[in-house]
């Protein structure tokens, strides 16, 4: 008998900002790889997530949700976005079947014409809406006139994810596994934290602050009995902003903190001590050289 053959490749994740490809991210690689709130710009980079059975290996690429280019940030993000669909065996076009198909999703379908990938789609929260209300977001989708099939689903529930996996792995193609099959996501250490520390914060503010706030991690160490200690500074574009995340006495970024130690121990399986600072950087969403340190290009 020969080997057993497997399937392996990657996935880019479409979809406009609260379409839920975090969500469907975390639920099909089976832990947090990926952030998720309701707020735009909650994905900055391309994250990787893996998802491996005894002869597939899926790597997902939960793309930052589809925009028009306002500064550096956003434009490096829309091209990271262009060129994962260049590079992708297939495409995941993750609609919100609450909001249905918009302007957003036409935009994100002309784009997906051009990168010649097979699309599947997923609309997605059809926990959320009634049986009449689907009906009519699917017929919406297949109008878009890019999907090879449409799933609908709930990353929430899970309703829909075994048959959207097998639509998936019929595009994906014969090859060995690309990752150890134990690895979930390809981020460095650093930013995954970083990264549930900005977390709590987007739970938590309003308005611009959201889109104003990086984090960056300076430092992790591991004592010799197991603590973690964690220094990541916060940054902010003004000095109001440095004060709604500050709050008064200290209680916002004290609540911050709190709750991302307790994400950064459930990742790591660590005791951690989390040291974060405010820091004003204006305009820091301009600024490449900043951007470049952070790893988002």
């Known amino acids: 008998m020969g080997a057993e053959v497997t399937k392996c490749g990657f996935v880019a994740l479409a979809g406009r900002p609260n379409a839920g490809k975090s969500t469907l991210t975390n639920l099909l690689v089976g832990e947090k790889v990926a952030i998720v709130s309701d707020r735009p710009q909650?994905?900055?980079r391309a994250i990787r997530g893996v998802v491996t059975t005894d002869d597939r290996q899926l790597i997902l690429t939960d793309l930052p949700g589809v925009q028009r280019p306002r500064d550096a940030l956003t434009t490096r993000m829309q091209r990271r976005v262009e060129r994962e669909l260049g590079d992708t065996d297939v495409v995941l076009l993750v609609i919100n079947g609450i909001e249905g198909v918009g302007?957003?999703?036409r935009f994100i379908a002309s784009l997906l014409k051009k990168a010649k990938a097979p699309v599947i789609a997923a609309v997605n929260k059809v926990d959320k809406v009634s049986h009449s209300q689907m009906l009519e977001v699917l017929t919406a989708t297949e109008a878009l006139g890019v999907a090879d099939a449409i799933v609908p689903i709930s990353a929430r529930k899970g309703t829909g994810i075994e048959?959207?996996?097998?639509e998936l792995t019929a595009h994906m193609p014969e090859g060995p596994f690309l990752f150890p099959i134990d690895e979930r996501s390809d981020q460095p250490l650093d930013v995954e934290l970083a990264e549930l520390v900005?977390?709590?914060i987007l739970r938590r503010t309003r308005e611009e602050v959201p889109h104003a706030v990086e984090v960056q991690v300076e430092e992790i160490q591991t004592r010799?009995?197991?603590l973690l200690t964690v220094r990541a500074v916060i940054f902010v574009e003004a000095e109001s902003q440095k004060g709604i995340i500050v709050g008064r006495g200290g209680r916002m970024v004290k609540a911050v903190g709190t709750a991302a130690r307790k994400e950064i121990q459930s990742l790591?399986?660590?005791?951690c001590h989390l040291e974060l600072s405010v820091r004003v950087r204006k305009d820091w969403r301009g600024d490449e050289r900043l951007l470049d340190r952070l790893g988002i290009n």
């Open 103 to 105: 302007p957003g999703d």
């Open 42 to 44: 909650t994905t900055r």
């Open 163 to 166: 048959q959207l996996l097998i």
């Open 268 to 271: 790591t399986g660590n005791r």
């Open 224 to 226: 010799r009995d197991g």
């Open 198 to 200: 900005r977390e709590q």
